[in-house]
């Protein structure tokens, strides 16, 4: 199952920089997009959504951009601090589904360093 | 800020033995969702659950799988007989479905470990 796709298993900034973490999907079915950040031993925890009728939203340090012509998403993290080092899951939600279930990407690690 | 819990943070059961893994997702939510990650590999969803019952499965969840809400607040998920892939850390989720798209909520999951 290849619906959503984080074809980045890494990414390492320096801290203050941006991070980019990139997502494709092949559904166009999907409304609803979803970042998750998740820590060692720890769950998934939400960060940021968007509709799939946006192109855009911000949430402080965090923007999510969605190009649906590419089939593609894109979380940007400004500026990048060591304490958002985790990995990053890209997480879809079909339209299809009336329960909101969520099909994940493979994730991505950042690392901020210092 | 209300979480999901989720007990034990680690089950170690033998291969063909019956697992219960325990959820107690935030207070207000409607929707209740298990999800499993093995080692390596995507967190795949395997149930929903609204209003005390199933409201979509995977594949995955065949009939060894059953979910069930006992109270007003556990939400389980029960393995009868493990076998060896089952392996695997399991997250529930709740949703609060509700006033527009609300996104799921996750507990921080049980390692079950069949041996």
């Known amino acids: 199952d290849q619906q959503v796709k984080q074809n980045s298993p890494s990414l390492s900034v320096q801290e203050g920089r941006i991070s980019i973490l990139n997502c494709d999907y092949t559904n166009s079915m999907f409304d609803y997009f979803l970042w998750y950040k998740k820590y060692p031993a720890e769950g998934p925890t939400f960060l940021i959504s968007i509709s799939s009728i946006k192109d855009k939203n911000e949430d402080g340090r965090f923007t999510v951009f969605l190009n649906k012509s590419a089939k593609h998403l894109s979380l940007h993290i400004v500026p990048s601090q060591p304490g958002d080092s985790a990995v990053y899951f890209c997480a879809a939600s079909p339209g299809s589904s009336n329960t909101g279930k969520l099909i994940f990407g493979q994730g991505t690690t950042l690392q901020v360093k210092p | 800020e209300p979480e999901v819990t989720q007990t034990p943070s680690h089950q170690v059961t033998q291969m063909g033995q019956e697992v219960i893994l325990r959820c107690v997702p935030i207070?207000?939510?409607?929707?209740f969702y298990w999800y499993r990650q093995i080692l390596g590999q995507k967190v795949e969803f395997l149930v929903s659950f609204y209003n005390n019952e199933i409201s979509e499965k995977s594949e995955i969840f065949d009939d060894q799988f059953s979910v069930e809400r006992p109270d007003g607040s556990n939400f389980t998920l029960k393995i009868r007989s493990t076998k060896l892939e089952d392996s695997a850390m399991y997250f529930c989720?709740?949703?609060?479905?509700?006033?527009?798209?609300?996104?799921?909520?996750f507990g921080d999951g049980t390692r079950l470990s069949i041996l």
């Open positions: 989720a709740s949703r609060e479905g509700t006033g527009g798209y609300q996104p799921q909520h």
């Open positions: 207070s207000n939510h409607l929707y």
